[in-house]
């Protein structure tokens, strides 16, 4: 039997950036997880990006989670030795002349100035899309490679033997005030359930407002493209690095009967496509995963209410990769350090029944 300061269930983005603050905090962690191609982690384009809705506004706590997220992506880049951020500004198409003035009011605000040009410059996609009304462009924008980061850091976690790949059973969990026991595998104080949308079979936190949006996506080759920057247009056109593919995305669906890709999510995606470029495209595959959302859209944070040995890192929702980065390093100082939760993403706000 193993015994490590942490255990973590689930090694999607949160679970993994969980995992490196702790052991920054100088803690040893253990891993379960059952790898999943249809984790959100391994089917999202990881797309940083720092305005948004329809009403081009800066996303929650922007300021502090972008510069955040970054620093952490360079340090483990640094570490694991491979690239995963891609600083890529965002071309967004304005389709009349009410967005156009909605986006052009936005670029005169000092407060969005760092994030906003007001001379978009299209690149590429000026000869190869069907031009629109007009555009705008993104700063502090990028791409987070999270396949590539969940890869690598499972292969440096089996290297030290922190890591067991198989399926988490609730029903062998014991549990003490001080610790948290997994089969006569490993023994915690702490035990860390990071499972993304998974987290809705949970017995211990099932009671929390989990939502849950699947999207589809494509993975497409587009012959003599070389797009560098993301374009928004209806869904996104996302290079992926190193690789001509790009990653088309996404649908939005609140009403699912499972994680697979449908027929109807490819139509619509090859259509959106078509409406946009002007080249042929050949679609390399075709994925889909469920978004662990929640009901305030504020990720779920904190120890369980009954069991002190057991906490939470879930709710990222549509945006693990600027989230992730800073709220595991702030679940970390709380478990490490017992630094207060901010009350926004603390499950303390959600009663237990
Ligand atoms: C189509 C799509 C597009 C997206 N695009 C973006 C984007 O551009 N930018 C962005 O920031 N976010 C995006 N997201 C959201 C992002 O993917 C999520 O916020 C993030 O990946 C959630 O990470 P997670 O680690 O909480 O969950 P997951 O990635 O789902 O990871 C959970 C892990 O836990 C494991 N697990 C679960 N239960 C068990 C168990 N019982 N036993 C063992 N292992 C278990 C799973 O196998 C998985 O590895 C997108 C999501 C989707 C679906």
Do not use: C
Not at 64 to 90: C, G, K, M, S, W
Not at 155 to 176: I, M, N, Q, R
Not at 266 to 289: C, G, I, N
Request: net charge neutral; proline share 5%.
């Amino acid at each position: 039997m193993k015994h490590a300061d942490f255990i973590i269930v689930g090694q999607g983005i949160a679970g993994t950036l969980l995992a490196h603050f702790l052991e920054a905090a100088g803690k040893s962690v253990f891993v379960i997880d059952h790898y999943s191609p249809n984790a959100a982690s391994q089917v999202a384009a990881g797309i940083i990006n720092p305005i948004t809705g329809r009403r081009y506004v800066k996303s929650w706590r922007v300021d502090d989670l972008i510069p955040f997220a970054v620093r952490t992506y360079r340090q483990l880049e640094a570490q694991l030795n491979i690239p995963i951020f891609h600083e890529r500004n965002i071309i967004r198409t304005l389709f009349n002349q009410g967005e156009e003035n909605d986006w052009l009011a936005r670029t005169g605000d000092p407060a969005y100035t760092p994030y906003m040009l007001d001379q978009p410059v299209l690149d590429q996609y000026a000869t190869k899309t069907v031009l629109a009304y007009s555009y705008g462009e993104v700063t502090q924008s990028g791409q987070t490679d999270l396949v590539r980061l969940t890869g690598a850091y499972r292969k440096y976690l089996k290297s030290k033997g922190a890591l067991l790949e198989d399926h988490f059973d609730y029903s062998l969990l014991t549990l003490t005030p001080e610790q948290a026991t997994y089969k006569n595998v490993v023994s915690a104080s702490q035990l860390i359930f990071a499972e993304g949308h998974l987290g809705t079979q949970n017995p211990y936190f099932n009671y929390l407002p989990f939502g849950g949006a699947k999207g589809e996506v494509l993975i497409v080759r587009i012959p003599g493209a070389d797009f560098e920057k993301i374009l928004k247009h209806r869904v996104f056109i996302v290079p992926l690095a190193d690789s001509g593919l790009y990653w088309i995305g996404s649908t939005y669906d609140w009403k699912f009967d499972d994680d697979q890709p449908t027929s109807r999510g490819r139509d619509y995606l090859e259509q959106r496509l078509k409406d946009v470029l002007s080249l042929p495209f050949d679609v390399v595959e075709h994925r889909a995963a469920v978004r662990p959302t929640v009901k305030d859209r504020r990720p779920f944070l904190g120890q369980h209410p009954e069991f002190p040995a057991l906490a939470i890192f879930n709710g990222l929702g549509t945006k693990g990769a600027s989230l992730g980065p800073y709220w595991a390093h702030h679940l970390a100082a709380h478990l490490v350090n017992g630094n207060e939760l901010d009350e926004a993403v603390d499950i303390g706000r959600f009663a237990k029944q």
